[in-house]
């Protein structure tokens, strides 16, 4: 084995990972799907239970040696529970498409129709856009948010009328409002549909108890755990202890081999964190700030696609607004030390490498215990980039000021 410590063997990678622990140290990070894990959640992801397989499930592995492994695995499983108040957690899921496409595979059969909504009004990839491989499987047909931003119900209850879904789905990637768990369920019902959510932007929201929770009413949610969640890249599945058996078998076997246990370790630690009463405000927070930006770009004259935000998240249209398309501002802002996504807004009339919107939000900034105050200063830095995105020498001089915010809010003081 490989004694030598990384610095020495392998240089490269060690000033990689260096480089990277600077820019998240010294930036401004408000990719909305992004956070800051604790010490304790990194210091599982490099354990040696990286090292162990552990196909199976707790109590029922196809590999000796897993006794500490089920300890892990359970304890993640039952904290999840109690967070979200699930009855049936799998915690193996790798990540987000994954364990998608597991409840897809357990509740449908090749040809059976889901409503998903649309990528461009703030679905998801996985929700059935017709570049993915389940888009070819199933027939997903996609629901659109209505000239409001909101998601039309009447139109909803149309739509599963005509089409008969075996399943709706809900959650989003880019949409920015609350949503109607009841209604929605209520309209599956009336068609015998299967109810998903994927509840990965907001489930840190979600478990500080800031947005409404699908769990107690849909059969279905899943999540990732590295967003507002804020623990390590990853996701879970939670059901109705009916649909446990399918789920677990679509996840394993059905789907995936041996479950990573240093990341389901790190997903335990980040749901302790997140059962902890400091966790609440957190995620009161992360709202409060939100609702700063929303002020600030109303007030810059901004068009915020959805009317605005109920969550972490804001959609700008800058094209429309100041004439800046979604990748010159996203260049603009990474000059100047602020890293956001372009990103479609509903039925964009631009490509997707080069759109009309930027997508931001506040949770990483909310973790660094940036609060309002700065919320307003940050808002009109990005204001000040995206109207001058093409004077190098306006973009340099936000970037040091951005540093010198970042060091009043150190990130990982024991890692530089
Ligand atoms: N790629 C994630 C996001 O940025 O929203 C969703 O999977």
Redesign the pocket.
């Known amino acids: 084995m490989n004694k030598i410590s990384l610095k020495d063997y392998d240089p490269t990678i060690q000033q990689a990972i260096k480089n990277e622990l600077n820019r998240q140290e010294q930036g401004l990070e408000m990719?909305?799907?992004e956070n800051f894990v604790s010490l304790a959640v990194l210091e599982a992801l490099g354990s040696v239970l990286t090292n162990k397989y552990s196909e199976g499930y707790v109590g029922k592995r196809y590999y000796g040696g897993c006794e500490f492994i089920d300890v892990v695995e359970q304890t993640a499983i039952d904290r999840a529970k109690q967070i979200f108040g699930a009855e049936h957690v799998n915690v193996q899921p790798l990540s987000?498409a994954p364990a998608n496409i597991a409840v897809y595979f357990a509740l449908l059969n090749p040809g059976d129709t889901v409503l998903g909504m649309d990528l461009s009004h703030g679905g998801?990839l996985t929700h059935g856009h017709p570049v993915t491989y389940m888009a070819k499987i199933f027939n997903f047909i996609r629901y659109k948010t209505n000239a409001e931003g909101k998601i039309d119900l009447d139109n909803l209850r149309q739509m599963a009328l005509e089409h008969k879904p075996k399943l709706i789905l809900v959650g989003y990637?880019?949409y920015s409002r609350e949503i109607e768990y009841e209604k929605i369920k209520a309209i599956a019902d009336e068609v015998g549909a299967y109810t998903m959510a994927d509840i990965?932007?907001i489930a840190g929201l979600i478990a500080g108890g800031q947005m409404n929770n699908p769990v107690p009413i849909f059969d279905v949610v899943t999540t990732?755990t590295h967003k507002t969640l804020r623990g390590p890249r990853g996701a879970m599945i939670m059901c109705k202890e009916k649909l446990a058996t399918i789920i677990d078998k679509a996840v394993f076997p059905g789907l995936q081999g041996g479950p990573h246990e240093n990341n389901i370790a790190a997903k335990a630690i980040a749901f302790k964190e997140a059962l902890e009463p400091d966790f609440k405000e957190y995620a009161r927070q992360i709202k409060a700030n939100a609702k700063v930006l929303e002020k600030k770009f109303n007030d810059f004259g901004y068009k915020l696609m959805f009317g605005g935000t109920d969550n972490h998240l804001l959609l700008i249209d800058v094209f429309s607004t100041k004439g800046v398309t979604g990748k010159q501002a996203q260049i603009a802002l990474d000059k100047a030390g602020i890293t956001v996504?372009k990103n479609m807004i509903p039925d964009d009339p631009r490509s997707p490498m080069d759109p009309s919107g930027i997508r931001l939000g506040t949770p990483a900034l909310t973790t660094r215990g940036m609060k309002e105050a700065e919320m307003e200063t940050v808002a009109d830095w990005i204001n000040e980039a995206v109207i001058n995105w093409e004077d190098e020498n306006k973009l340099a001089e936000i970037k040091s000021k951005v540093i010198e915010l970042t060091k009043k809010f150190p990130l990982y003081p024991e890692l530089v």
Do not use: E, L, Q, R
């Open positions: 990719i909305p799907s987000g998801h990637s880019a990965a932007h990732t996504n």
